[in-house]
């Protein structure tokens, strides 16, 4: 593997993809990321929600499902966002280090966390253990990783980012953010299948939240637009639905790996949401041959033989990638 931190690149990109191998945005079958692609069903959104600012009620009411949900500890406040991005982006402005910095950042992982201590010019050597900020992608984006709770803590700061937790609850480290210095971030859009809504948590002690500077103030008014508070409430309170959904990705997830490993694939490791494989041959071969089918794929640039798929979500969709493998 090469620079486990070149720059940031994400899944998507449909419109550069349609560019260069053809077909109508329509046209093509998007496994490049990591989200649901069986969505909640957000159902009708009031119409007044979207040309009025967001209320109080409505964020106690986000906040009192998740709490829920997410069994967060009483004394760990929850702060809301409009999604994961924006509350990783303000990461580095909650520890007051001094002379000190740095970010250690296990590699390979989701790319933002790196992108934000290294806006700041406090990211330093991400791979050195003894920095005084840790960043742990739990389960890790791309390989699965989980990591044990003896790692997280201890530390001025210490930053879990649950994005892909939803799929495994039972190995989540929600309790550690009632000890100082964690903080455990938690997206909305990836689990239910929602990423256009922007909705993203952050949980810890308040006293984390505002080490010179508070996270609430740092955000700004109105960080969660009204119909997002709307839509996130009601998902949050649907237990049904997140046990259903956590079963058919595991089925789904299972199926895939069985289409891969036909075709010649070794599975690295992934969640229930994505999976990332070894291939024997270049990556860019394989995304290239996908892609003169119109499905779209990950590849990573410190790493040429692995390639990451999310899940189809229809029947014919499964059809389409078979046939095309």
């Given at each position: 593997m090469s620079d486990p931190?070149?720059?940031?690149?994400?899944?998507?990109?449909?419109?550069?993809?349609?560019?260069?191998?053809?077909?109508?945005?329509?046209?093509?079958?998007?496994?490049?990321?990591?989200?649901?692609?069986?969505?909640?069903?957000?159902?009708?959104?009031?119409?007044d929600l979207w040309g009025r600012l967001p209320d109080e009620a409505a964020m106690t009411r986000l906040l009192h499902a998740a709490r829920a949900f997410w069994g967060v500890p009483d004394e760990v406040e929850i702060i809301a966002a409009a999604g994961a991005s924006a509350l990783i982006a303000?990461?580095?402005?909650?520890?007051?280090?001094?002379?000190?910095?740095?970010?250690?950042?296990?590699?390979?992982?989701?790319?933002?966390?790196?992108?934000?201590?290294?806006?700041?010019?406090?990211?330093?050597?991400?791979?050195?253990?003894?920095?005084?900020?840790?960043?742990?992608?739990?389960?890790?984006?791309?390989?699965?990783?989980?990591?044990?709770?003896?790692?997280?803590?201890?530390?001025p700061l210490s930053i879990v980012d649950e994005s892909f937790c939803d799929t495994v609850p039972e190995r989540?480290?929600?309790?550690?953010?009632?000890?100082?210095?964690?903080?455990?971030?938690?997206?909305?859009?990836?689990?239910?299948?929602?990423?256009?809504?922007?909705?993203?948590?952050?949980?810890?002690?308040?006293?984390?939240?505002?080490?010179?500077?508070?996270?609430?103030?740092?955000?700004?008014?109105?960080?969660v637009s009204g119909p997002a508070l709307e839509i996130g409430a009601r998902a949050l309170e649907d237990q049904e639905w997140a046990v259903a959904t956590r079963a058919r990705l595991f089925r789904d997830a299972t199926r895939l790996d069985v289409m891969m490993q036909a075709a010649g694939a070794e599975l690295v490791g992934g969640t229930s949401l994505f999976r990332t494989y070894s291939l024997r041959e270049d990556a860019r071969i394989w995304q290239e041959r996908l892609a003169r089918h119109h499905i779209w794929t990950r590849i990573f640039p410190y790493s040429a033989t692995w390639i990451r798929l999310g899940l189809p979500g229809a029947e014919v969709d499964w059809a389409r990638l078979e046939a095309a493998l």
């Open positions: 931190y070149p720059k940031r690149d994400h899944g998507g990109g449909l419109d550069a993809a349609a560019a260069r191998f053809g077909g109508a945005r329509e046209d093509w079958l998007d496994l490049s990321t990591g989200i649901n692609p069986v969505a909640y069903p957000v159902g009708d959104v009031p119409r303000r990461m580095p402005d909650l520890v007051d280090l001094g002379q000190q910095s740095g970010a250690y950042i296990p590699a390979p992982t989701y790319n933002e966390h790196a992108a934000a201590f290294a806006a700041r010019g406090t990211l330093g050597n991400p791979l050195d253990p003894e920095n005084p900020v840790h960043v742990y992608v739990h389960p890790n984006n791309p390989d699965g990783r989980l990591w044990p709770a003896s790692a997280i803590g201890n530390r989540s480290h929600i309790a550690l953010a009632g000890q100082p210095g964690v903080i455990v971030l938690k997206s909305f859009g990836k689990f239910w299948g929602l990423a256009g809504v922007r909705l993203g948590f952050a949980m810890a002690l308040p006293a984390t939240f505002s080490p010179s500077v508070s996270l609430r103030e740092l955000l700004g008014p109105w960080p």
